[in-house]
């Protein structure tokens, strides 16, 4: 992250918190609907299959809000690098 950033702010942190929880919920709820597969009632795992896929679009819309997606000019930042003017050969 900051590599494609430069750094990390405590709001970076948060949403990067918020998709390990989301994930972990998606994956928890997975998990509990494959183990529990024959125990469940149909209206059960409907809603542990919504539960999976809320999970998912949680943790996509806080990737979207680090927005790491973006194309980077590498041109632009070339030219706004510091420009080495004392070389010695």
């Not at 409907?46 to 980077?72: C, H, P, T, Y």
């Amino acid at each position: 992250m900051e590599n494609a950033k430069g750094s990390v702010s405590m709001t970076d942190a948060a949403c990067i918190n918020s998709i390990c929880k989301w994930e972990r919920h998606g994956i928890l709820a997975q998990h509990w609907l494959r183990e529990a597969e024959g125990k469940m009632t149909a209206s059960d795992r409907l809603r542990f299959s919504g539960e999976i896929a809320k999970a998912s679009d949680q943790r996509d819309r806080n990737l979207r809000l680090l927005d790491l997606d973006k194309k980077v000019d590498i041109w632009a930042t070339l030219r706004q690098a510091p420009q080495v003017t004392d070389v010695e050969e």
